[in-house]
């Protein structure tokens, strides 16, 4: 287990880097450093995003809600800065993170206390909380210049040559990688989508590990529709739209196991990584960004295959009552 | 009281011994929601009691309902398939592009139809074959198929199909009576045979049940699933017909968002979505539900978006009360 992961790694950055010698074979500007910054800054949203996913994935959920919370926590926190533009910067992330986590828990706590399966739930989460960006907004825009300019410079304030939602993200991965190996709740995640089973006899409680996956992601959703609409300085219905399956996307390239468990911080990084180079690729080497849903598509596809190709040479019928615990106790 | 208490704690639940008694009751709950949904209507707008108004409601839910009927098959079997929208995508897309090269309203149809059975089957070889989850492969081939879409289509559109083909979406067998609503019934009839009066139907209730213990009691299980992907397939062809027919043009964004209105029909009709349970009536009258409470918000003119809360609401609210119901009467109890 523990030999399998980083392999699978390797091989991601490894495509990581063929893709960009290709395009640099062409297009030698795309891996300057400056443009490399970039794209890793437009990669960025979709990074933080695939962590909280990762940590859902892990305990055997999903979370198809992220887009529409970071939608509908954008909208908030831009009409906040409308109604009080004296509000300074570090209360509107909080108020964001907040919102976020409320939300998140709500999906959490369906999943908890309820067991409604988690598909399901974020499903119809992902509609209300679209549907009610609507409502608070009356489905207008919040422009630019109704901002606050304190509002919009935040994410793009320079610091040490990199733009802050880079740093954003940089010290969301180190969180993360600290988190999941350093802490209880890190193991607990595991545990939990190893077997959940075994996770029970070992004093772990499978349904508050799960809501506080929800909260997690929540959290981190509402962070980045912040972020997200003060970056593009405009809040509307349909920001993000279809983002959820990015994200998702990011997770199961990066070798996240939908079926729970199996995962690393590496992996969601990468994964969203991988996507970010592509898209920021398509135009540079012209082709139309309407290949783009395509080309993730297919890359789930090939991910989620090659996946479980690396999984079934383990014997994974016959062996999976013992192997998982091993698993979980990697 | 304890049969009181058996009765709510199944109703979610998986089917066991007296659990089809619950089945029928919870048919009759949702009756019981559609026609007062009904009265409400016919009290809200005074549009909604006309023959031609309720004729053009049924298209809020004909083509939805023609995939749900295959997709209550699927979850019942333990599978999804989230696809179904981006399917549309395609075969209409397909079917446009056949256009341009003078094809006429048969061959248009056949086009529609095969590219939906062969997108099922591209579903099913990844899930049945390679035996992936299917979540996750429908979710890579809703981006892929929508995705192909884009690629040929781009922000264009394909207009100008034959008058011939406007018949299916369009067209009236007798009086408000729909061509789509003949189809509807059509469908579900056939469905209705093949999950609650064949062997077919029996083998998909043992797989969403116990996979193994269907597999061991001779049961095709990958066969069988097979079988089903290319049936949602070959729906979501159907309604790509009966849609691009109806809308007279194809854009790659045709029916966004479907799979989510497919899956809460198929929900709220009592299919469990864990798989196991389930019947072809429950998803007739939560078809007829949906159509009309979209139908009543859109005469008291409630934008569509608003209308998606209700439908994500009604998704939730439908697993989670009896849930609740549950969790209270058993907190009684002890």
């Given amino acids: 287990m523990t030999r399998l992961i980083p392999v699978r790694e390797t091989i991601l950055a490894a495509a990581i880097l063929v893709l960009m010698i290709l395009i640099a074979w062409r297009f030698p500007g795309f891996v300057a450093p400056s443009n490399l910054a970039n794209v890793f800054n437009d990669t960025a949203p979709l990074i933080i995003l695939a962590l909280g996913q990762m940590v859902v994935i892990l305990t055997r959920c999903i979370d198809l809600s992220v887009a529409a919370n970071l939608a509908l926590t954008g909208m908030a926190v831009a009409m906040i800065n409308v109604a009080m533009p004296g509000l300074p910067i570090p209360v509107i992330i909080a108020i964001a993170i907040g919102l976020g986590a409320v939300m998140g828990a709500i999906n959490g706590l369906l999943v908890w206390k309820l067991a409604i399966p988690p598909i399901v739930v974020t499903l119809g989460t992902m509609t209300i909380y679209r549907g009610m960006i609507f409502l608070i907004s009356d489905g207008k825009w919040v422009n630019s210049h109704e901002m606050s300019p304190a509002f919009t410079a935040f994410p793009r304030a320079e610091f040490l040559g990199l733009p802050v939602l880079s740093w954003i993200a940089i010290a969301c991965v180190i969180g993360f990688a600290v988190m999941m190996s350093r802490t209880p709740l890190g193991r607990s995640v595991f545990a939990v989508g190893g077997n959940p089973h075994a996770a029970v006899y070992t004093g772990i409680n499978v349904g508050k590990t799960q809501f506080l996956a929800f909260v997690i992601s929540g959290a981190l959703a509402g962070l980045t529709g912040y972020l997200w609409v003060s970056r593009f300085a405009v809040a509307y219905v349909d920001i993000a739209g279809g983002f959820e399956l990015e994200v998702v996307a990011a997770c199961v390239i990066g070798g996240i196991s939908i079926a729970g468990g199996i995962g690393s911080v590496g992996g969601a990084v990468l994964g969203a990584i991988f996507l970010g180079v592509v898209k920021n690729a398509l135009p540079v080497v012209n082709i139309s960004p309407f290949w783009q849903l395509a080309i993730s598509g297919s890359a789930i596809l090939i991910a989620v295959a090659f996946n479980a190709r690396g999984g079934r040479t383990k014997g994974r019928i016959i062996l999976k009552s013992a192997e998982k615990p091993l698993e979980a106790a990697e | 009281m304890t049969d009181t208490r058996l009765q709510t704690r199944h109703v979610p639940d998986r089917l066991q011994g007296r659990a089809y008694r619950t089945f029928r009751s919870w048919e009759a709950l949702l009756l019981a929601v559609a026609v007062a949904i009904f009265i409400v209507n016919s009290f809200a707008s005074p549009y909604f009691l006309s023959a031609w108004n309720l004729s053009d409601a049924t298209f809020n839910f004909t083509e939805k309902a023609m995939i749900a009927f295959a997709m209550a098959l699927l979850i019942i079997s333990g599978e999804i398939d989230l696809s179904v929208a981006s399917i549309i995508a395609l075969a209409s897309t397909a079917m446009g592009l056949a256009l341009q090269y003078a094809a006429g309203t048969p061959e248009l149809v056949i086009i529609g139809l095969t590219v939906g059975l062969l997108c099922g089957a591209f579903n099913a070889v990844f899930v049945t074959i390679l035996g992936l989850p299917s979540i996750v492969v429908t979710i890579g081939t809703m ?12 922000d264009d559109a394909f207009r100008g199909y034959p008058a011939s083909f406007s018949w299916f979406g369009q067209g009236y067998i007798y009086w408000v009576f729909t061509v789509e609503m003949l189809l509807f019934l059509i469908i579900a009839i056939i469905y209705f045979v093949l999950l609650h009066k ?17 597999l061991f009691s001779g ?21 790509a017909v009966c849609l691009t027919s109806r809308l007279g043009s194809t854009r790659p964004s045709i029916a966004t968002g479907m799979e989510l209105e497919v899956v809460t029909m198929v929900v709220l009709g009592g299919v469990n979505i864990l798989g196991g349970s389930g019947s072809i009536p429950g ?6 539900v949906m159509g009309l409470v979209t139908f009543g918000l859109g005469l008291l003119n409630v934008p569509g978006i608003v209308m998606s809360i209700f439908i994500g609401l009604l998704l939730i609210g439908v697993i989670a009360l009896p849930r609740l119901w549950t969790m209270a009467a058993a907190r009684r109890v002890t």
Avoid: W
């Avoid at chain 2, 981006?143 to 781009?154: A, K, M, P, V, Y």
């Fill in chain 2, 283 to 288: 998803v007739v009258i939560a078809a007829f």
């Fill in chain 2, 219 to 239: 049961i095709r299980v990958q066969r069988v699933k097979f079988i089903l992907f290319l049936l949602t397939g070959l729906m979501s062809g159907v309604a």
């Fill in chain 2, 143 to 154: 981006s892929l198929f929508r995705g192909i879409s884009f690629i040929i289509l781009g």
């Fill in chain 2, 198 to 214: 064949t062997n077919f139907g029996r083998a998909v209730y043992a797989i969403g049940n116990n996979p193994t213990g269907a």
